[in-house]
């Protein structure tokens, strides 16, 4: 195994996930607990911390370790103020806060803030921007990435920097009709099943809703298995469909985009967008994986924690 | 007081109300029990029923009895199925199943569906909107009305029949997101207050989304307080007027409508429509308040359970 230079964390809302990273943001190993902020035991964040990594510590004593996600917000370990957009690698490195663990030092990432006209915020996913802008450079000048998940995030990235975003709430729309409103109902009865063409049909009534949105059509969840329409077991994939699409009308415009956007996270969710975009005459290209360690190791970099690409050795 | 004529039962998800209705649909007396179908004890419709009315039953034996809301539903006492639109009064009062309730017998008025490019659902308020035609015969001809809630119907009446509607979960919609989703949140910790300003401030967000909708702006509930904009006790009000002025921003069509819809139903929710309406320079009459009776009055007359109005008593 390379020597380790950064320890990366991804602790968020509802997991703990750490990398041991050698040169050039190589994973050399990965652990992860259960214990997103929400999930800490005791909310005690040292305990937590020192419990996943006390072996790495001890084995490379002063090892750097870098954080982004939740951890940094006001329910997390310490408050990470917000950086405001547009801002680069360095400017999130600058504002990092440093915190003592007990078992060494640990930097927070900031997240970022929009001032403005749409008021915004994002924390966690800025990360995942820098490490998609390292793994693929072409996309530092002028990019649009899409971050689906619980709240998604759609960026604008610029000559480098993370320039303009807004959100979606799609995920826990999905989640909180599904498990408290009269949408779930045919579903808790009849269970629900895996159905691309019932999908795709949600998604295209949202994108046939044309201006008026989907407003008028979430109830046809409903009034649509009453009148024998929709099997009660395909509505949430119907759900799903009208929410994804409901979010892609919206952001894409109702007409041919100038930009397409590149996918970034959870494979699953990311073909689930894909699948959806074609209903749009949106290609888009191979979703980028996982790009949050080398989003940490970017930042890292910045803030001189880890020695450049190229530099390291010398 | 004058001789009762007819029970009048409104019947629905979370309540039971009798009225004790004499010539000319005129409210000699009313009742309330918490005994909607979601919380009638026991599901035991039959000994809810009696319980309420035994009184009444026993001083008038034989009068008629009919009902109209969920209690028609598939989770009611008994499924009446569905009336197809376009339907007037006398499509409703044929389409009545009766029931023997062990003391006397009771009509139950059947939901209108929808079917064609747009399925769809009502129950219960079909009695509503039959009750404002004859309160006011002005609008048999051609009227939209609304009726706001948990499910907000907008009606079309045209020659006396309930030509079409659509349905918006707007009601629903504020209570999932207030109790289930992290826009909640800002006001479990602040409380929330009453503040028509930001009420209004949310319609406008809506109305000026243009063709994207809220999709992106229901996060605002959040990032606004998170950005200082928007006060934790304020959030809800915000979110009331967001969902609100989506629907009307929706149903409207962003251009000054031919119709001017009518709304009927609970005087404050009405009160807020109607203010959210002048955000989209749109005037409202005076809310038909209560429709309820009338409506039950008319599907009986329509069914020959009591007399039309100028003939009985010959």
Redesign the interface.
């Known amino acids: 195994m390379s020597e380790p230079c950064l320890i990366g964390i991804d602790w968020g809302t509802s997991s703990l996930r750490a990398y041991l990273l050698g040169q050039d943001a190589s994973l050399l190993d990965s652990r992860a607990q259960p214990w997103g902020i929400q999930y800490t035991p005791d909310r005690d964040f040292a305990r937590a911390y020192r419990l996943l990594l006390e072996d790495w510590l001890a084995q490379w004593p002063g090892l750097p370790a870098i954080a982004s996600g939740m951890i940094g917000s006001r329910q997390g370990w310490c408050e990470v103020p917000y950086v405001d957009c547009p801002a680069d690698a360095s400017a999130l490195a600058a504002a990092m806060v440093c915190l003592e663990t007990g078992v060494g030092r640990l930097h927070l990432v900031p997240g970022v ?1 929009q ?1 403005g006209s749409r ?3 994002l924390r966690g996913e800025e990360t995942q921007v820098f490490g998609a802008i390292a793994l693929k450079p072409e996309l530092a000048d002028d990019a649009l990435l899409l971050l689906p998940g619980t ?1 998604s995030k ?1 960026v604008e990235v610029q000559y480098g920097r993370l320039q303009a975003f ?5 995920g ?2 999905f989640a ?2 599904r ?5 779930g109902r045919p579903a808790l009865e009849a269970g629900a099943i895996s159905d691309a063409d019932t999908f795709i049909r949600g998604v295209q009534t949202a994108r046939d809703s ?7 059509c ?3 969840v ?3 298995v ?2 024998n ?1 929709l099997q009660p077991n395909q509505s949430l994939e119907y759900l799903s469909g009208l929410l994804i699409g ?2 892609l ?3 894409l ?2 007409t041919a985009s100038a930009s397409v956007p590149v996918l970034l996270g959870d494979p699953s969710l990311c073909a689930r967008y894909r699948l959806a975009m074609e209903s749009f005459d949106v290609q888009t290209a191979k979703p980028i994986k996982n790009p949050g360690t080398a989003g940490l190791w970017q930042i890292a970099e910045a803030a001189g924690l880890v020695k450049a690409k190229g530099v390291q050795g010398v």
Chains 1, 2 share one sequence.
């Open positions: 803030r001032l008021p915004n915020v709240h759609w807004s959100t979606f709430m799609t826990e729309l909180v009709l498990d408290h409103s009269i949408l044309g201006s008026r949105g989907i407003a008028d979430l109830f046809g409903r009034s649509l009453l009148c329409e409901e979010e009308r919206s952001a415009g109702g």
